[in-house]
């Protein structure tokens, strides 16, 4: 019989008990603290490499959130810090036309004092108001030309506000408010806008410069020296403006039947025995505002209109012309009422996009719309508003004798007294603005340490974790390679066993 394994030796049996190979306790905690501290060290690294402390949300879903909630207010203080400070340079840019305004207003009391004394002739005086008028104008210029950004920063005889957004919520407001810069006066209505003022049948207009002929909304005619605009909305199926006309009169004259709004009289533009080339469309005639009505972005304008149709349909138009860029901003396009159907009284009211100088254009049109290559049509116009033209009390002075050259110096004093106040209002404006930009860094730097506390790597406590996940590595590699050898060892013991079997 062969010899067995002698199982009365306890070396043996202890062996054989602690060595297996198909579960082995040792080896799987070992990895498991391999992946552990792998795991530890990449997101470690990636907290090293990139300088912050939450990755995903998965490392700190709370905190990632709060952190989002302060780099919100953290940007939007940067921002806001920025808008002050645009505000504190619009404020000295109007501060710094306020003295231009100031100055120039002292050199006209210094003429206005001289021309009052009776130890000077007319002839005198009048060489005094030349300079008195001109820098009058220079006064106007300054007023109605200085700008911030496109923005104009002055109104004659009323206050003009400025919004800004002073902090990073939606709440944080501040409105920069420049008062009026002369003291008295009265803003003009729109020239004759009403056409009031005239005859019934005048075929000529105050304040109105009429063009009783055709012109094209193609780009290619010329109003009021520059291109007209393009009508976009051609009337299907026409072919639009560029097509041939063989014959058409054209008229405008004031009538005084069927006014809106109490009036006695409108105006009347109307073009008759238009012969057309089929589906084409004739626009004709226009009138044209004589002086450039000063606004600024955000004023109202308004008029009232209705179209008939005659020998065919209308096709209406009506736009503002910027006659400092040539820019034109559509009011009316409007197209329908073949035959005599007469539309009712209608009003447009738009809201001007940009600063400029505007004038008004109304264009009266027809279209064929039958194919017949007849057409004609009429388009009334009547109760044309704008913000009004300011006319300050300082604009009416002079110095050309002694009475007016007294009332010139009262005048000066109120208008002084307007301009001191501006400066007034815009020092203190700046002042708190400086106080506010001042409360934005400090608590920009405040967000700025408490975002960092919260979301920033702690590269100590971060070198701590790598030297810790290094260690723990080490050791799980020694357990493997322990593991590692007992194994070996239970593979021993079984070819040592299979040598005693087989003897």
């Known amino acids: 019989?062969?010899?067995?394994?002698?199982?009365?030796?306890?070396?043996?049996?202890?062996?054989?008990?602690?060595?297996?190979?198909?579960?082995?306790?040792?080896?799987?905690?070992?990895?498991?603290?391999?992946?552990?501290?792998?795991?530890?060290?990449?997101?470690?690294?990636?907290?090293?490499?990139?300088?912050?402390?939450?990755?995903?949300?998965?490392?700190?879903?709370?905190?990632?959130?709060?952190?989002?909630?302060?780099?919100?207010?953290?940007?939007?203080?940067?921002?806001?810090?920025?808008?002050?400070?645009?505000?504190i340079s619009l404020a000295q840019t109007a501060e710094a036309a306020l003295v231009s305004v100031t100055d120039a207003m002292q050199r006209m009391r210094e003429l206005a004092v001289q021309a009052a004394s009776g130890l000077i002739s007319d002839a005198q005086r009048a060489h005094l108001n030349q300079e008195y008028q001109a820098l009058k104008a220079e006064i106007s210029q300054v007023v109605t030309q200085t700008r911030w950004n496109g923005f104009r920063v002055f109104r004659e005889l009323s206050e003009t506000e400025f919004e800004i957004q002073s902090g990073p919520n939606a709440s944080d407001r501040m409105t920069l408010t420049i008062p009026k810069v002369y003291a008295t006066g009265d803003l003009q209505a729109f020239p004759n806008g009403d056409f009031e003022t005239g005859n019934v049948n005048d075929t000529s207009v105050s304040g109105w410069t009429i063009g009783n002929e055709r012109i094209q909304l193609n780009g290619t005619s010329m109003v009021g020296g520059w291109p007209t605009p393009t009508d976009t909305t051609k009337p299907a199926p026409s072919g639009g403006d560029a097509v041939s006309m063989s014959s058409g009169a054209f008229s405008s004259r004031l009538v005084g039947t069927d006014n809106p709004q109490g009036g006695s009289k409108s105006l009347l533009m109307e073009s008759t025995g238009v012969s057309v080339a089929s589906y084409g469309v004739v626009h004709g005639p226009y009138i044209i505002s004589n002086s450039p009505l000063p606004m600024v972005a955000g004023d109202k304008v308004s008029f009232d209109w209705k179209a008939q149709g005659g020998g065919d349909a209308y096709d209406v138009y009506a736009?503002?012309?910027?006659?400092?860029?040539?820019?034109?901003?559509?009011?009316?396009?409007?197209?329908?009422?073949?035959?005599?159907?007469?539309?009712?009284?209608?009003?447009?009211?738009?809201?001007v996009p940009e600063d400029g100088n505007y004038k008004f254009v109304f264009v009266s049109g027809t279209f064929d719309a039958t194919g017949g290559t007849a057409a004609g049509a009429r388009l009334y116009i009547d109760?044309?508003?704008?913000?009004?033209?300011?006319?300050?009390?300082?604009?009416?002075?002079?110095?050309?004798?002694?009475?007016?050259?007294?009332?010139?110096?009262?005048?000066?004093?109120?208008?002084?007294?307007?301009?001191?106040?501006a400066r007034a209002v815009l020092g203190a404006f700046i002042s708190r603005v400086n106080h506010a930009a001042d409360g934005l860094i400090e608590h920009f730097h405040n967000l700025a340490e408490s975002r960092s506390r919260m979301a920033d790597t702690d590269y100590a406590q971060a070198t701590m974790e790598v030297s810790r996940a290094q260690i723990t590595q080490s050791g799980a590699q020694f357990v493997l390679a322990q593991s590692r050898r007992s194994l070996q060892a239970a593979v021993g013991i079984v070819e040592s066993n299979d040598k005693i079997v087989k003897g």
């Open 1 to 87: 019989m062969r010899d067995a394994v002698n199982w009365h030796q306890p070396s043996q049996l202890y062996s054989l008990a602690m060595t297996t190979i198909h579960t082995h306790y040792a080896s799987m905690k070992a990895l498991d603290a391999l992946r552990d501290s792998a795991r530890v060290t990449s997101k470690v690294n990636a907290q090293m490499a990139t300088g912050q402390r939450i990755q995903t949300a998965q490392d700190d879903a709370a905190s990632l959130a709060v952190s989002h909630m302060l780099s919100a207010q953290y940007h939007g203080i940067q921002v806001a810090t920025r808008n002050l400070n645009d505000g």
């Open 319 to 351: 736009y503002l012309l910027n006659t400092d860029t040539g820019a034109t901003f559509p009011l009316l396009n409007e197209s329908g009422s073949s035959g005599a159907m007469t539309t009712s009284w209608a009003t447009v009211e738009e809201t």
């Open 383 to 421: 109760n044309i508003d704008g913000p009004g033209v300011a006319s300050p009390t300082l604009n009416t002075t002079d110095v050309t004798t002694t009475a007016s050259a007294s009332q010139a110096m009262t005048q000066i004093d109120a208008d002084m007294g307007a301009a001191q106040h």
